[in-house]
T-cell receptor, first 113, second 111 residues
Framework: KQEVTQIPAALSVPEGENLVLNCSFTDSAIYNLQWFRQDPGKGLTSLLLIQSSQREQTSGRLNASLDKSSGRSTLYIAASQPGDSATYLCAVSNAGNNRKLIWGLGTSLAVNP | DGGITQSPKYLFRKEGQNVTLSCEQNLNHDAMYWYRQDPGQGLRLIYYSQIVNDFQKGDIAEGYSVSREKKESFPLTVTSAQKNPTAFYLC??????????FGPGTRLTVT
């Protein structure tokens, strides 16, 4: 059974730091992996989608990597800003017919001015 | 603007009443999903549908019902059989295997 773990659960950094959020999964037979952002009381915003055949995806200051063999993905945020403060969620879609997402519990990020 | 709309944003009901949450998408996505989010817990899948007139139970379907009569719409009914219905409900959609997009959510409070 696929399980997704995100470490750390919470992170507080000063503005301007580069930071890395981690996501690990137990079954390497995934179809894709997606990173989301959630602000308090809001829906989720998709940040990056990495297909199983890809190693990384980039969008602006965000870079997500995928290592299927080790069951890991990292989300790198460059030059963090207070507006990056949110909860970041990782989800994997298993290879197979239904492609449901399996979710981590998220990392709560606070970027302090 | 393409996207997913959920209404209402806040919903208050008395215990024992059924309530229906609306979800509409204009992204032409085949698949739609309902999740429940509780403090300190991950997202839990209630129901999903990959095609019109068909849907499957997720991990916590008991006390909930859905319909998928149109591609754009996937309403969720929270019935009186749901033991602990107070939660934040999120609707999502995607093309099969594609990026999943979410609506803004409905916060349901049952007293």
């Amino acid at each position: 059974k696929q399980e997704v773990t995100q470490i750390p659960a919470a992170l507080s950094v000063p503005e301007g730091e580069n930071l890395v959020l981690n996501c690990s999964f137990t079954d390497s037979a995934i179809y894709n992996l997606q990173w989301f952002r959630q602000d308090p009381g809001k829906g989720l915003t998709s940040l990056l989608l990495i297909q199983s055949s890809q190693r990384e995806q980039t969008s602006g200051r965000l870079n997500a990597s995928l290592d299927k063999s080790s069951g890991r993905s990292t989300l790198y945020i460059a030059a963090s800003q207070p507006g990056d403060s949110a909860t970041y969620l990782c989800a994997v879609s298993n290879a197979g017919n239904n492609r449901k997402l399996i979710w981590g519990l998220g990392t709560s990020l606070a970027v302090n001015p | 603007d393409g996207g997913i709309t959920q209404s209402p944003k806040y919903l208050f009901r008395k215990e024992g009443q059924n309530v229906t949450l609306s979800c509409e998408q204009n992204l032409n996505h085949d698949a739609m999903y309902w999740y429940r989010q509780d403090p300190g817990q991950g997202l839990r899948l209630i129901y999903y549908s990959q095609i019109v007139n068909d849907f499957q139970k997720g991990d916590i379907a008991e006390g909930y019902s859905v319909s998928r009569e149109k591609k754009e719409s996937f309403p969720l009914t929270v019935t009186s059989a749901q033991k602990n219905p107070t939660a934040f409900y999120l609707c999502a959609s995607n093309s099969l295997g594609g990026e999943q997009y979410f609506g803004p959510g409905t916060r349901l409070t049952v007293t």
